[in-house]
């Protein structure tokens, strides 16, 4: 049973470019979340899918985009990338919101911005 | 708005020591606790859970104890081990708020033989 897998792992790019992450959901999971870990920091809430929805956002600028497949597979676009953007990246996984459900996470793709 | 605060680190602690790491919350709802731990490069995993006051979690020789009257989820852990050495993260789920997970900032642990 595959986990949720991420693509890339590394990438690089300069100020002002654009980046699109991607994400596969643990087998059986509808629900997709993305959130930015910033350097010896705890990971911070970007939004999460379900239903091809975003349902539910933090407090991440417009710059911060993303989009939810038939698949439930998911993609995170920053774009007019930053020098604070460089961060863990990581998708998280989980059924719809019923309490006490663990989220399962990816291995992160991380992001440097140059 | 919700939150998790912990123990600063980092800790370092010799083979077979006891160990706690600090968690405290605020939450708006009753949420579900959760210690999740982060071996280098690697992504987070769960490593126990508490869904409601004076549940405790345990898993590997962890335990936490979901304390509604002092907004508490310590960690613990009565004899450590050299392969516990990573990154652990406490995190609180609100049903209040939609079930967003809140992260603390974590506490790196490194336990030398």
């Known amino acids: 049973d595959a986990g949720v897998t991420q693509s890339p792992t590394h990438l690089i790019k300069t100020r002002g470019q654009q980046v699109t992450l991607r994400c596969s959901p643990k087998s059986g999971h509808d629900t997709v979340s993305w959130y930015q870990q910033a350097l010896g920091q705890g990971p911070q809430f970007i939004f999460q899918y379900y239903e091809e929805e975003e349902r539910q956002r933090g407090n991440f600028p417009d710059r911060f985009s993303g989009h939810q497949f038939p698949n439930y597979s998911s993609e995170l676009n920053v774009n007019a990338l930053l020098l604070g953007d460089s961060a863990l990246y990581l998708c998280a996984s989980s059924l719809p919101g019923l309490a006490g459900d663990e989220q399962f996470f990816g291995p992160g793709t991380r992001l440097t911005v140059l | 708005g919700d939150s998790v605060t912990q123990m600063e680190g980092p800790v370092t602690l010799s083979e077979e020591a006891f160990l706690t790491i600090n968690c405290t919350y605020t939450?708006?709802?009753?949420?579900?606790l959760f210690w999740y731990v982060q071996y280098p490069g690697e992504g987070l995993q769960l490593l126990l859970k508490a869904t409601k006051a004076d549940d405790k979690g345990s898993n590997k020789g962890f335990e936490a104890t979901y304390r509604k009257e002092t907004t508490s989820f310590h960690l613990e852990k009565g004899s450590v081990q050299v392969s516990d050495s990573a990154v652990y993260f406490c995190a609180l789920s609100d049903p209040y708020t939609g079930n967003q997970f809140y992260f603390g900032t974590g506490t790196s642990l490194t336990v030398i033989p």
């Open positions: 939450a708006t709802g009753y949420p579900s």
